[in-house]
């Protein structure tokens, strides 16, 4: 069966400090890789999603940056974090070929101070 | 700008009620919607779907409404329990498209 893992699951960090988020997916080959975060009183905002090695699309302009270095990899980045840098990041995957449901990790908790 | 919404923030309902969610998009692009139950601290998991060529999906308590003509689908839970009480989003990809786009979420509260 197919598993996400996410971490950390929480995370405090300064203002001007760099992110790593990593995502990694075990027992589906090729999947969709997603990024969402939820701002607190917020739905789902989609920031970024790769359908393969190296492809990312952003949807939101932003301080943020997404790398994809294996199949199953996904990994969300910041040179500096902003306040407005604090949410709930929640990573997820999807099987190629169009409406197929998203599954999520358990997410980053991420506090900017 | 905000395509997928659900305009009630929370629901209270009676143990063994019906709990009904709603949910309104304004795209007519969408042509697959997925509802998702959310405990806090934790993901997301996937509940339901519906293609935009049906208008009911049945599983288990929980029944997916679409009405294409006015944009609206709706989630039915019967008989409510309290252990669906979490939040519930709406969610609807476009045709062709690979972002699925997410309502702000309803928090249902069920009640013994």
């Known amino acids: 069966s197919q598993t996400i893992h996410q971490w950390p699951a929480t995370l405090v960090q300064p203002v001007g400090s760099p992110l790593s988020l990593e995502c990694t997916v075990e027992?589906?080959?090729?999947?969709?890789l997603y990024w969402y975060r939820q701002a607190a009183g917020r739905g789902l905002q989609l920031l970024f999603y790769?359908?393969?090695?190296?492809?990312i699309s952003s949807e939101v302009p932003q301080n943020l940056s997404a790398s994809r270095p294996q199949d199953r990899q996904f990994i969300l980045s910041s040179k500096k974090l902003l306040l407005s840098d604090s949410g709930f990041y929640l990573c997820?995957?999807?099987?190629?070929?169009?409406?197929?449901?998203?599954?999520f990790g358990n997410g980053t908790r991420l506090t900017v101070t | 700008d905000q395509q997928v919404k659900q305009n009630s923030p929370s629901l209270s309902v009676q143990e063994g009620r019906i709990s009904i969610l709603n949910c309104d998009y304004t795209?007519?692009?969408?042509?697959?919607f997925l509802w998702y139950k959310k405990y806090p601290a934790e993901g997301p998991t996937f509940l339901i779907s519906?293609?935009?060529?049906?208008d009911k999906n049945e599983d288990g308590r929980f029944t997916v409404f679409l009405n294409k003509s006015a944009k609206h689908l709706s989630l039915h839970i019967v008989p409510s329990q309290p252990g669906d009480s979490a939040v519930y989003f709406c969610?609807?990809?476009?045709?062709?498209?690979?972002?699925?786009?997410f309502g702000k979420g309803t928090s249902l509260l069920v009640t013994p």
């Open positions: 997820a995957w999807s099987s190629q070929g169009g409406n197929s449901p998203l599954h």
């Open positions: 027992g589906t080959s090729n999947p969709n």
């Open positions: 790769s359908v393969g090695i190296g492809q």
């Open positions: 795209n007519s692009m969408f042509d697959y």
């Open positions: 519906i293609s935009s060529i049906k």
């Open positions: 969610a609807a990809y476009p045709n062709s498209g690979y972002a699925l786009n």
